[in-house]
Nanobody, 124 residues
């Protein structure tokens, strides 16, 4: 079992930056793939970013590519999402997720563990 807790969300103006963190506890986390998803009001939860167990293989949704960066520090059991050049349409609850196997994954069903989410609000 892996427990995930996100933090670092908040209110930021358009064009600004935020860094989300996800702290993992429980079973060995460094063998797990990690991902970030988001859900805006009235919309389905959507894929944002993914990385493999090492953090060297990553991929992003087209809507955030070039603006967001996923990374991880396995020595601290942390996964990060650096968000730059934020837009109002990035407003959502952001969720951290982990898969019991390594690799990169794009669908919700590929992930076994989820955090409770952290709110990100981007104002114009």
């Amino acid at each position: 079992q892996v427990r995930l807790v996100e933090f670092g969300g908040g209110l930021v103006q358009a064009g600004g930056s935020l860094r989300l963190s996800c702290a993992a506890s429980g079973r060995t986390f460094d063998s797990h793939a990690a991902g970030w998803f988001r859900q805006a009001p009235g919309k389905e939860r959507e894929f944002v970013a993914t990385c493999d167990w090492s953090g060297t293989v990553t991929d992003y949704a087209d809507s955030v590519k070039g603006r967001f960066t996923i990374s991880r520090d396995n020595s601290k059991n942390l996964v990060y999402l650096q968000m730059d050049s934020l837009k109002t349409e990035d407003t959502a609850v952001y969720y951290c997720a982990a898969a019991a196997t390594s690799g990169i994954y794009y669908t919700r069903g590929s992930y076994d563990y989820w955090g409770q989410g952290t709110q990100v609000t981007v104002s114009s």
